[in-house]
């Protein structure tokens, strides 16, 4: 049995949790210089990590002040949160604190965000409401910066692709991405802005909420865990840092049939050659701080769900009071003759990765299927392989989800970096030579030469082992939840690929919506409501494709649409496309447009419907028009230099 177990530590938790102590010296003057415009002399930005207060008792589910309460095997137990008191000097080493004059008071306009330079790192500046705030400059996902991006109702949004954060607490509000921003303490004197920042603070860009520990029994049984999450994907870890960011105390244990901890999935296809430590999401020592135990290389065979327990493929048996199925999907397989030979891949893990971009250097590769991950791996390896060809059944990539005007355009990039397509047509065999791959038939009866064979016809959700458990799963095999991802079984949760939920955008119609961003936001709900919280999903899905060094940014969900309004040049890479259903935007994709997805992300979020005519007034007339329509909406952040075409 693989994995890390992490030991129980007995006595109190120390965590952080509620208001943040240092900025109500800040709220309280802003208050006062609205009162007495004549106080306002000076701006000033202090970089804090941030405490949270702990002086409020947890609240139980019926709303009464009591410590949290939950059953493991029949054993009642309690926890309460250490409250810490306010510190008196946020910085603990003078010497790691710089100050710098950076602006006029009167630089920023309401609504507006700047980078401000302290000399050994940044801050995003932002003035909303009448109010500075100031917090890190970079999205901790990838670096992306966020004075490029949107700010709306008190939170600014990735320009990449889409996380968003408070700009008050720096918190991560929506995903992709694990880490909340740095937030800088801000203060008003005289007409100048200076700001006085941890160095540390500028440099690491990032903060890692603060977390409960598990103050379990000493005699603990290892067959039982108070929260069983069956999966390691974004899902399945967003669940469980959820629990301990909340203050959960109690035993959680992740299992997963990967060799490894969670890691970002998502370069797999974007990034073949990286290694396992260098796309890991969170590091070991991580998980033992914070007592999450994951079992690597266990696979789930069955699940009792009236006994509360799950059944392991070796036989091991783990009893569980709450549980989280967030499996995610499988990758289909070929049907036709030689789909076991050797050189012929799935791309799962990082070592199936790292094994194409080895075998294909200067050889020959077919791609079969022209899905997202076939396409980027189609870009990846366009420059290290002697030859890509990509099979595909459709005639134009991506046809269904972005329209065959922007597939054409996004072949016709392919085309000119030598990938070759064979469109319309499937493999009917693979052969071999001394038992290795040598050629990939065509049902039209052309012959590849093949050294390395990928597999990207789709996926299809790794729920089989469910099937007899009595939790409802669809004709297609996915997990079936609720707006709080609870299955029909009282404790049991689902999020991730495989599930169907109920996306508010699309009037609550159960969707599946297996994307990064999602799997997060998924795990994040889930663990809430095992706390029960009560909150629901509204969450408007966003995703991002890279290939040859561009972006397609998404955000919506254009399943069923009926036109594609289209403004900007597709020959030139450089457009955004409205997907329409009726007389209603329910998706925008994008190409060298920033931030204008997350713009229309913000403008779905908040619930508003950008009609179909409003769009093609922009493509008809220009930016004005269209900047009219999304002013009226209450969105600022976009401004006419970046809605040029």
């Not at 999966?231 to 960011?245: D, H, N, S």
């Not at 290795?436 to 597999?455: M, N, Y």
């Not at 297609?476 to 609720?482: A, D, Q």
Request: aromatic share 8%.
């Amino acid at each position: 049995m693989g994995g890390c177990f992490s030991k129980p530590k007995p006595g109190m938790l120390h965590t952080a949790g509620g208001c943040w102590r240092g900025c109500r010296w800040l709220c309280d003057l802003c208050l006062a210089l609205s009162l007495s415009p004549a106080l306002v002399v000076e701006v000033k930005i202090e970089v804090v990590i941030p405490e949270k207060e702990r002086n409020k008792e947890e609240m139980s589910p019926n709303g009464k002040a009591s410590p949290l309460i939950y059953k493991v095997n029949g054993t009642t137990r309690h926890y309460h949160l250490e409250e810490h008191p306010i510190a008196g000097n946020p910085y603990h080493n003078p010497k790691d604190v710089v100050e710098a004059s950076v602006c006029h008071v009167k630089d920023l306009e309401n609504g507006q965000m700047r980078e401000v330079d302290l000399g050994c790192g940044k801050a995003l500046l932002i003035k909303d409401n009448g109010e500075f705030h100031a917090v890190g400059h970079k999205c901790p996902h990838y670096g992306a910066p966020l004075v490029k991006g949107v700010l709306s109702k008190g939170r600014v949004r990735c320009p990449w692709h889409g996380a968003c954060f408070n700009i008050g607490t720096g918190d991560i509000e929506d995903f992709p991405g694990l880490d909340s921003l740095p937030r800088f303490q801000v203060k008003i004197e005289k007409e100048k802005v200076y700001i006085r920042a941890s160095k540390q603070a500028l440099q690491t860009q990032r903060r890692t909420k603060m977390m409960a520990k598990c103050i379990s029994l000493s005699n603990y049984n290892l067959s039982s865990t108070n929260v069983l999450i069956i999966g390691a994907g974004a899902a399945g870890l967003v669940c469980a840092e959820t629990l301990r960011q909340e203050g959960f105390s109690d035993r959680i244990v992740m299992c997963t049939m990967d060799r490894h901890l969670p890691y970002d999935r998502p370069k797999l296809s974007k990034s073949m050659d990286s290694h396992p430590e260098q796309i890991a999401l969170r590091s070991k020592e991580f998980f033992c701080t914070y007592d999450i135990e994951v079992l690597t290389e266990m696979q789930v065979a069955a699940v009792d769900i009236k006994s509360k327990i799950a059944v392991f493929k070796d036989g091991f048996k783990m009893e569980y009071n709450k549980l989280l199925i967030a499996t995610g999907n499988m990758p289909k397989t070929l049907s036709c003759k030689g789909k076991e030979m050797e050189n012929v891949f799935n791309i799962r893990t990082p070592e199936d990765a790292n094994r194409v971009v080895k075998l294909a250097t200067s050889k020959n590769v077919v791609i079969v299927g022209a899905s997202f991950l076939g396409m980027e791996v189609a870009a990846y390896l366009a420059e290290r392989a002697h030859s890509v060809s990509l099979v595909e059944l459709e005639h134009v990539p991506f046809k269904k989800f972005f329209g065959e005007r922007v597939g054409r355009a996004v072949m016709k990039m392919f085309e000119n970096n030598r990938v070759k397509f064979y469109m319309q047509t499937e493999v009917s065999e693979l052969r071999e030579q001394e038992g290795k791959l040598k050629e990939v038939v065509l049902k039209s009866g052309k012959v590849l030469r093949a050294d390395v064979c990928v597999v990207g016809v789709g996926a299809v959700p790794a729920t089989a082992f469910l099937k007899q458990s009595g939790i409802n799963i669809d004709s297609k095999g996915f997990v079936v939840v609720n707006k709080m991802m609870q299955t029909n079984i009282p404790g049991v949760f689902a999020a991730g690929d495989a599930v169907t939920f109920p996306l508010a955008l699309r009037n609550n119609k159960k969707v599946n919506v297996p994307h990064w961003q999602m799997a997060h936001m998924h795990g994040r709900i889930a663990a809430l409501n095992m706390l029960a919280h009560g909150t629901e999903i509204s969450t408007v899905p966003y995703l991002w494709t890279a290939m040859f060094g561009k972006s397609i940014r998404y955000a919506g969900h254009g399943e069923g649409f009926d036109d594609v309004v289209i403004q900007g040049d597709l020959d030139e890479l450089k457009f955004v496309a409205f997907y329409t259903k009726s007389d209603e935007v329910v998706a925008v994709a994008s190409m060298n447009y920033d931030p204008i997805v997350s713009k229309v992300a913000e403008v779905l979020t908040a619930g508003r419907t950008i009609r179909k005519r409003d769009v093609e007034l922009f493509v008809r007339h220009g930016k004005y028009v269209w900047f009219g329509v999304l002013s009226v909406l209450n969105v600022r952040g976009l401004h006419d230099r970046q809605l040029a075409p």
